[in-house]
């Protein structure tokens, strides 16, 4: 083997070579770094951190801008869809593991990691409004829950909600473990068996009264904000008896808030289908209680609109499928250069339209 296979050219090269060669990479590498400054100024970030999408994350997704909660950051407890119910209206598909059984489904210590990841970079977590528990099904069949949220309380300052089915609260380790938490959003789609089993398909190791009766041992213990979700579905659980038993529930429970929801998105069944707006403001009127419908997303002020990335919304849109306002809203994109962007990687076939109620929505192509 010769001198010149052993050493790469750029070693061999005499010196009135080799500089100009060395000048060339310093000019190169000065214009890269002006052009990351510049770009993070205008997508409003710090310069010199890297951008949210650039970081790899198994567990963490957004932050996007909920309807209740402000600027979020979701944090997906399970990877694979995991639930005690199989709900007519699930955003994220079937699902595949039907259980109760509590365990640490995923490591603690790995979602844990991520967090602090997040959290190192100040420019990424000092946005935050909150930090989010949810799952690829129902976050409390995790048991790392309680460790998870005692963390991210210390580390952050923040506050955290969890959203769950509210399944799970019959139990005492399940209570316990939430009540780190300072906003609780437990679902009561129905109070009666046979609606509850329609809209919810619920595991057969769960028990309704027994579900309701954890809810409003839970309301009597913590001292944060519990808001008691109900998904409504037409001729499904709107019916008056329907309505009777969720107001009896209500009475029990005593939450600091209902909301009533509709299938505004695509559900997971095609028989699911919305109640209008009438319908619920109606409903809204017989419940006790504070009463509220959920139907926007909360209005924030947009002086910082971002470019799209698609790299961000490929992630957002494997949760659920999503319109490109929702994409602009959630991630505060401009929403222009969002709707064109969504046409173009329709147009390549990186994700899928489909026309649900009167609105287009975009889904990876191997989604349900
Ligand atoms: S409880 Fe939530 S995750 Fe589970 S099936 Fe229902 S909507 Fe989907």
Redo the contacts with the bound molecule.
């Keep these: 083997m010769g001198v010149k296979e052993k050493f790469p050219p750029f070693l061999l090269t005499k010196r009135r070579f080799y500089l100009p060669e060395l000048k060339k990479l310093v000019i190169k590498f000065s214009l890269l770094f002006c052009m990351q400054m510049t770009l993070d100024h205008k997508n409003g970030r710090s310069p010199l951190l890297p951008a949210r999408n650039s970081i790899p994350m198994k567990y963490l997704f957004g932050p996007v801008n909920s309807r209740r909660l402000g600027l979020s950051q979701g944090i997906d407890l399970l990877t694979t ?1 995991t ?5 007519i ?4 598909g079937g ?1 595949l593991i039907h259980t109760c059984k509590r365990q640490e489904y995923t490591p603690t210590a790995e979602i844990i990691a991520e967090i602090d990841e997040l959290l190192s970079h100040e420019n990424l977590a000092k946005p935050i409004d909150v930090f989010t528990i949810t ?4 976050p409390t069949l995790h048991t790392g829950l309680g460790e998870i949220i005692r963390h991210i309380k210390e580390k952050s300052g923040k506050p955290v909600a969890v959203l769950t ?1 509210g399944a799970m609260m019959h139990r005492a380790d399940v209570r316990q473990e939430l009540q780190a938490a300072d906003i609780v959003i437990p ?1 009561l789609d129905s109070a009666r068996a046979e609606s509850f089993r329609k809209i ?1 398909r619920p595991a057969q190791c769960v028990d309704l009264a027994e579900m309701i009766e954890g809810i409003a041992l839970f309301c009597q213990e913590f001292s944060g904000q519990v808001w008691l979700e109900v998904m409504l579905a037409k001729n499904i659980n709107d019916q008056p008896r329907d309505i009777e038993a969720l107001k009896e529930a209500i009475m029990r429970i005593k939450p600091d808030r209902v909301q009533l929801n509709t299938v505004v998105r695509p559900p997971l069944e095609n028989f699911a289908k919305p109640l209008t707006h009438e319908d619920l403001s109606r409903i809204a009127e017989q419940l006790p209680g504070n009463v509220e419908i959920i139907a926007s997303f909360a209005k924030r002020e947009h002086d910082s609109w971002r470019s799209p990335e698609p790299g961000e919304i490929l992630e957002m849109l494997q949760r659920r499928p999503c319109t490109a306002s929702d994409i602009s809203e959630a991630l505060n994109l401009e929403p222009a250069q969002t709707n064109r962007l969504m046409e173009e990687l329709a147009d390549q076939g990186q994700v899928l339209k489909m026309v649900h109620q009167g609105r287009t929505y975009y889904q990876p192509p191997h989604s349900h």
């Design positions: 869809k639930c005690n119910f199989d709900c209206y699930c955003e994220v699902t799952a690829m099904g129902e089915n679902s919810d």
